[in-house]
């Protein structure tokens, strides 16, 4: 779906991707003039929002209430598990977890210069305070602040688990958790911007004068192979997917777009570069600003599947999220129930066994996770709920001992669990 909210304040319509064909009375109430869409959490079913006095807002997308959430916010995200974050100018903190609003009750610190959301409901924080800081906070312990080298762009792992900040001469990498674990990766041509994939897997880097973007291994620490473009990128963005990378020209408004698994540019889109727009979404459509329209052409060819006229004066979102009662079309990862697959991953004593990264009640955002993993050479498929309280569990798997599990697990550099499905452990 793509939904378009009115900068002026309305009602907001949805269209179904890739035609753009808007669904009448999908969305119902009306919203206030807004400047930002920060984000929206599909298992809650709440459009977050602010606005130019500075409000952060809800909105339910099922009955159409909209609550305030926080005035007076400088910085706001919303994090990897679908928890909001908003620091105001005393830089007190409120959260919101499944609809449960939380003002935190220790001062962040500093106000953020970049606000990050991370798992187990922590936030990362850079303040600019001299000397600059990275911040860890979490709502039921003190923040945890160490000082950084902060000269360019700071970026995100999509959990929080790793901070990559740019430099003169590379790119420092830093566990946000562990002050002791950092790296520093030398890269020619002074650092410009900084993009993790979603996996996590990999860091593009694209640099003030040198062409195209180089790429660092996250696991390696070091540059590998880089991504040839016509000319410097000044920033990217990355499809949830992270098949498809879109770069901007230092100069000019267009979209490179970079199919990722073959480092090919598949062309180029005139385009106006704005927070929202241009993005590639859940369904692998890619949404641009041309003119006063909304486009939705295929990152492939480019070619133009949808077009609302109009639309280009409101601010825009895509997201996995159906209204009720519309079909969902099947999952994009899938794996047999674990009766099933036990039988046929039947391989030792201790086998089969799963390394868990996350479960979800919502299917659509498992599919999503094990994707993005799975483009990152990983053997990653959604395991299907037994019941309906046990959500939809993202593996990697399945291993033949605890040990080769375990092992796994620790490379991530993120939570994990070992799973073995109930009806294969032993009696």
């Known amino acids: 779906m793509a939904l378009r909210v009115p900068a002026g304040g309305g009602t907001v319509h949805a269209y179904r991707l890739p035609a753009l064909t808007e669904i009448s009375g999908a969305v119902r109430g009306r919203l206030p003039a807004v400047d930002r869409v920060l984000g929206l959490d599909p298992e809650s079913q709440l459009l977050f929002l602010r606005t130019e006095k500075k409000e952060v807002l809800a909105f339910d997308l099922e009955s159409g209430r909209v609550d305030t959430v926080a005035t007076g916010v400088q910085q706001a995200t919303l994090g990897p598990d679908g928890t909001l974050f908003t620091v105001d100018a005393q830089r007190r903190v409120i959260s919101l977890k499944r609809r449960v609003r939380f003002a935190w009750p220790q001062a962040l610190g500093g106000i953020p210069r970049d606000l990050f959301g991370a798992g187990d409901q922590r936030l990362v924080a850079v303040v600019t305070q001299n000397p600059p800081r990275l911040i860890t906070a979490g709502a039921d312990q003190p923040p945890a602040s160490r000082a950084i080298a902060l000269s360019g762009d700071v970026a995100a792992s999509f959990w929080g688990d790793l901070i990559a900040v740019a430099g003169d001469s590379g790119v420092t990498i830093l566990d946000p958790l562990r002050p002791r674990d950092s790296s520093f990766v030398p890269i020619a041509d002074h650092p410009r911007a900084l993009l993790f994939s979603p996996a996590g897997h990999r860091i593009y880097v694209a640099r003030r004068s040198g062409l195209g973007l180089a790429v660092i291994d996250r696991f390696e620490r070091q540059e590998i192979d880089g991504v040839a473009l016509p000319a410097p990128a000044a920033t990217m963005r990355i499809d949830p997917h992270g098949r498809w990378l879109l770069a901007r020209p230092a100069v000019g408004d267009t979209a490179w777009v970079v199919d990722l698994p073959v480092k090919s540019l598949r062309g180029a889109a005139a385009t106006a570069w704005q927070v929202d727009l241009p993005a590639v979404a859940p369904d692998g459509s890619l949404l641009l600003r041309q003119g006063d329209d909304i486009v939705a052409v295929r990152p492939d060819s480019l070619r133009e599947t949808g077009r609302v006229t109009g639309g280009a004066t409101d601010v825009w979102v895509t997201t996995p999220w159906l209204p009720r009662g519309m079909a ?59 019941t309906p309280d046990e959500g939809y569990r993202v593996v990697l798997g399945p291993y033949s001992t605890r040990a080769q599990a375990e092992a796994i697990g620790r490379k991530l550099g993120r939570p994990f669990w070992i799973y073995q499905p109930p009806s294969t452990q032993p009696q």
Request: net charge negative; hydrophobic share 45%; glycine share 6%.
């Open 328 to 386: 969902r079309g099947p999952a994009l990862v899938e794996a047999p129930a674990p009766s099933v697959a036990a039988a046929a991953d039947s391989m030792g004593p201790e086998g089969p066994l799963y390394v868990q990264v996350s479960v979800s009640q919502n299917q659509a955002w498992s599919a999503d996770n094990a994707e993005q993993l799975a483009r990152a050479g990983l053997p990653a498929k959604v395991l299907p709920s037994a």
